[in-house]
C-alpha cells in the first residue's frame, strides 16, 4: 500500500518523470495520487511468475524480434462497488495494484476502455507516473489502451472522477506483461539482473551478470562525430513496442508525395506477428542526452505514442506500414524521413536503428549495395550489406531504415549475421522500390503523383513544418 510518507515524492515524481511516459495531461488530481486507500486495504491482484523458457544467453537471428517481456491474460474489470470518496465535493476514485514476483518491468493491456470527459486514470510505481490520461486521446475506436512499461514487479491503477460526471468509464485489464529482460528507456542500473527460468520441475528466479544492452561495437548516434549530419534522420527512428508489448523492433516516419504531414510508420513485416496494432506503442527520441562521461548509465525520456492502424504489408520485401492513431506533439520535434526507389542507391549507406532496444546507433557502409534476397527467392527484392564498414547491427534492429547517400530510405532491415562478434557478417534489407510496387505507392503517393518521372524521389521534413 502506498501511504502518506510517499506523497512529496510522488507529486514531484509527476512533473520529473512524467516525460518517460505516454501522451497525457497535466491532471486535475495530482494532490491525491499516493495517499492511502480509504478502505482498509488496497485491492492487490498477485499475478504468479509465468512460465517460459528464458534464451537471454542463446544468440537470436534479425530475422526475429527482440522478445523483452511475457504476456500474461487476466481479467480485471472497473468495479464501481469498490470505489471510494476522496473529498467532500463527491469526488471519487477507484485504485487497484497487480504485482508478479520477479519481473523487471509490467505493463497494462486494456481490451476495454473508454473514459468520460473530465475524468483521469494514472499508472505508477513507487517512482514513476504515467498520466494523468484523459478522454482525449487515450479514448479510440478501437476501444483499447496499452501502457508503456514501469520498473520494478509492482504497478498501480487509479481512476479518479468528478462528482459532477454521471457516466461510468469501461475498463478492462486484458494483459499484465511481465519484463524479464531490460527496458529500452530504462538501462539497468543494478549490477544483476533477475531473469526467470523454467525447468522441468518447478519455476524459479536465476540471477545472471549484468551485460551492456548492445554490443561495444555500435556507433553512438548522439555523440559519435559520425552522426553528426544524420541528426535530422534520427528523429524521424523509434522505436516500436509490438506483438503484446512483449518485443520490440525499430521503425521510421516517412514523409508522402502529398506533403501532408501524416503520421505514416515503416517497420518490417515480420515484426508485426500476431500483434493487435492498437496496442502497439512507438517511443521516439530514445537517444543519450548528454556524452559526458560515455560509459554513464542514465535513463531516457523518450517520448511515446500508444495506437497504431495497418495499411499495408507485404512479405516479399518484408515491409508494412502503419498510421500513428495519437497526433505527435509538436515538443517530440520528429522528422518525416526521405525516401527513394531508385534501383542503385548510392554509399555512403547508414542505417539507424535500435540495436537490443538500446540508444540509438548508426551504422555505416561505405560500399555499393547488392541485390539479394531472403526467403522470397529466386526474386531479387532485397539489398545486401556484405559486412558494416563501422558499427553493425543486432535483434531489435529488425525494421530499421537503410538510407543512402542521399539522405533518403532505400529499405528496412529484414535480417542477417552481422554483429559486433561477427563483423564480417551481412545483413539483407527489404528493397523499397520491392515494396513500393506491392502496395507502399497507394499511401506514399495515393493521387499518382511522381509515376511519370521513373525513380521516385521525396526529400525528408520536420513534422512541424507542415502544420
Known sequence: MITFGYLPILLLLIFVMRANGQVSTAGHFQSYIGQSSLRDELIHHHIPTPRFLNDNDKPQKLLKPYRFAKSIPVSISFDHASTVFINRHGDWRWQIKLSSPGAISLSLIFDQWWIPEHSEVYVYNHEEILGAFTAFPSNKASN???????????????????????KLPRIRISRLVYGFKSLPHHPQQRDEMNYPQEDNSQQHVMKRKRRPQSGKCNVDASCDAAASSWSKEARSVAVLLTDENQVYCTGVLLNNAEHDGRQLLLTAYHCTGSSNPATDIVMFNHQRRSCNGYRQIMSSKSDTLHGLNWLAGSVISDYALFELQEPIPEHYDVYLAGWSTIDEPSPPLV?????????????????????????????KDHWKVEHWTRGTTEPGSSGSPL?????????????????????????????????????????????????????????????????
Do not use: M
Open 144 to 166: 483499447q489502451f496499452a501502457t508503456t512499461p514501469l520498473k520494478g514487479d509492482s504497478i498501480t491503477i487509479e481512476y479518479y472522477s468528478p462528482a459532477h460526471v454521471r
Open 351 to 379: 542505417g539507424i536503428h535500435h540495436p537490443s532496444g538500446d540508444f540509438k546507433k548508426l551504422s555505416i557502409y561505405n560500399g555499393h549495395l547488392l541485390p539479394a534476397c531472403w526467403s522470397e527467392c529466386p526474386d
Open 403 to 467: 538510407f543512402d547517400a542521399n539522405h533518403r530510405v532505400v529499405g528496412q532491415l529484414h535480417g542477417g549475421s552481422a554483429s559486433c562478434w561477427n563483423k564480417n557478417g551481412y545483413d539483407v534489407y527489404g528493397s523499397f522500390s520491392a515494396s513500393w510496387k506491392n502496395g507502399l505507392s497507394f499511401y506514399l503517393d495515393p493521387k499518382n503523383q511522381t509515376n511519370a518521372f521513373g525513380d521516385i524521389a521525396i526529400d525528408g521534413v520536420y513534422l512541424n513544418k507542415l502544420h
